[in-house]
């Protein structure tokens, strides 16, 4: 198959917060890219005026603004501690414009298929005739795409939504809702109805411990920021953070709530300071798993049955890069096959930055990420050792991944503990050395092909959402 050109460049799909900092590491290593954004602007997930954008009118950040800007661009002190979704997406565009990559990325570039060529990748972008070539490739797009939705048996003749969709709370107003999940997006919809609703429930498949946002007045990320400086093993600090949350929470059960059957750590954490005051109120009705559908009424696992005018899922997502042949990047279980989440175990050319979840910044994480990207195309064009010693590293794959006994469920097959992930990642940052900041000096990539870009091309026509 043709291409469009010839080129040394790295393709970086996606222009939220991970496709930006990965463009702003390679532009400061002096590595040639695209980056492609399918949307109009640039802001992934933050963007409500793009179809990629989740965010809603009461979307604030959970991470307050000291703990989750980037290191080398903080969010600025003007800003309110908890930033909304709009303050998030202006910072998002003032750190693109600092750092010069905002007129560096293409917009309405929207990546139809990518497939393996014999030194590189052939990407195809709708409306051009002939795929391009890059030598390497970076998913940065993220994995709010395709919404999970469970399969409950009936019928329900109300109006059905995901939290993907929801918006304004005029969309909640005068209705009998039931809100499905109890994670964020889940809370922060159910604090929404409960000022507009007829009535709200939230119905909960188990206990989650509720974390407020401010402890002694302060933000409760920078105490666990604290707390995280004591070393300490992870099991014994897991029994002390539960211990601590009941003590300053209390139990579940006082406010009308589930317990958790786990400790505080085995799972996503879930930020809310109002969310149990307005249980013990009365104001929602905290139901278990829905059983059936049967016209508008829906039926839970303890028989209790309610009437509603409107279901929201807010189950989270699908675990899936729709542009790529799947079996690249996640194994039978939809985990990963990526060392770190990052690093193909076979192939040089193949990266993803931002595929995790973790209890901390992943603005900070994803930039982390395309550090040691950065570092490794590096060393691979410089053909410098640390080079073979991290290739021979990473054909570990996933199995070395910083996991944690979390809660085996689908949300939490990215999971990972964001202290220990954030350590191991500076850990091989330092090992890199010079070559952790050294600047691209041959002007190529790869200046022979290696063994890893010589696999068979796959032609995948799975479209981009």
Not at 115 to 144: C, K, M, S, T
Request: glycine content about 8%; some cysteine; hydrophobic content about 35%.
């Amino acid at each position: 198959m043709d291409v469009k050109s010839d080129t040394d460049k790295v393709c970086i799909i996606g222009a939220g917060s991970s496709g930006l900092a990965a463009a702003k590491t390679f532009a400061e290593r002096g590595i040639p890219f695209d980056c492609l954004e399918r949307e109009h602007d640039i802001g992934g997930l933050w963007n409500e005026a793009t179809d990629t954008g989740v965010v809603y009118d009461t979307t604030y950040l959970v991470s307050s603004r000291k703990y989750t800007g980037f290191e080398d661009y903080p969010i600025p002190e003007e800003y309110p501690t908890y930033p909304s979704h709009r303050e998030t997406l202006a910072y998002l565009r003032a750190y693109a414009i600092n750092f010069g990559i905002l007129d560096k990325i293409e917009l309405n570039a929207t990546v139809e298929r990518a497939e393996r060529a014999q030194d590189g990748w052939r990407v195809q972008v709708a409306g051009e005739e002939r795929p391009r070539f890059y030598r390497a490739l970076v998913i940065a797009n993220g994995h709010h795409h395709v919404p999970r939705v469970p399969d409950i048996p009936g019928t329900f003749t109300g109006e059905i939504l995901h939290s993907r969709d929801y918006r304004t709370v005029k969309q909640l107003a005068d209705k009998r809702v039931v809100v499905v999940g109890s994670g964020n997006s889940a809370c922060d919809i159910v604090v929404d109805a409960t000022s507009v609703s007829q009535r709200i429930y939230q119905s909960m498949r188990r206990g989650t411990y509720f974390v407020p946002k401010f402890m002694f007045g302060r933000p409760m990320d920078g105490i666990i920021n604290f707390c995280e400086k004591i070393p300490m093993p992870r099991g014994l600090r897991n029994i002390l953070y539960t211990h601590w949350h009941r003590l300053m929470v209390g139990k579940n059960a006082r406010y009308g709530l589930p317990e958790p059957e786990h400790r505080i750590m085995d799972t996503h954490p879930t930020m809310t300071t109002v969310l149990p005051q307005l249980a013990a109120h009365g104001r929602i009705g905290v139901k278990p798993d829905i059983t059936e559908f049967s016209g508008n009424k829906v039926r839970f696992s303890d028989g209790s049955e309610v009437e509603a005018d409107l279901i929201v899922y807010a189950t989270g997502y699908e675990i899936s890069i729709p542009f790529l042949d799947n079996g690249l990047i996640f194994g039978p279980d939809r985990r990963p096959l990526l060392y770190l989440n990052v690093f193909h175990p076979e192939h040089d050319d193949l990266f993803a930055v931002g595929l995790i979840q973790a209890n901390g910044s992943i603005w900070r994480l994803a930039d982390y990420q395309s550090q040691l990207v950065a570092s490794y195309l590096v060393a691979l064009a410089e053909r410098h050792e640390r080079a073979t010693w991290f290739r021979s590293l990473k054909t570990q794959g996933h199995q070395s991944m910083v996991h944690g006994s979390y809660v085996q469920s689908d949300r939490h097959r990215l999971e990972a503990n964001y202290y220990a992930y954030r350590r191991l990642l500076k850990r091989h940052l330092r090992r890199f050395g010079p070559m952790a900041t050294a600047a691209l000096k041959s002007g190529r990539l790869f200046r022979t092909s290696s063994s890893s870009s010589k696999a068979p091309a796959r032609t995948v026509s799975t479209s981009a959402p």
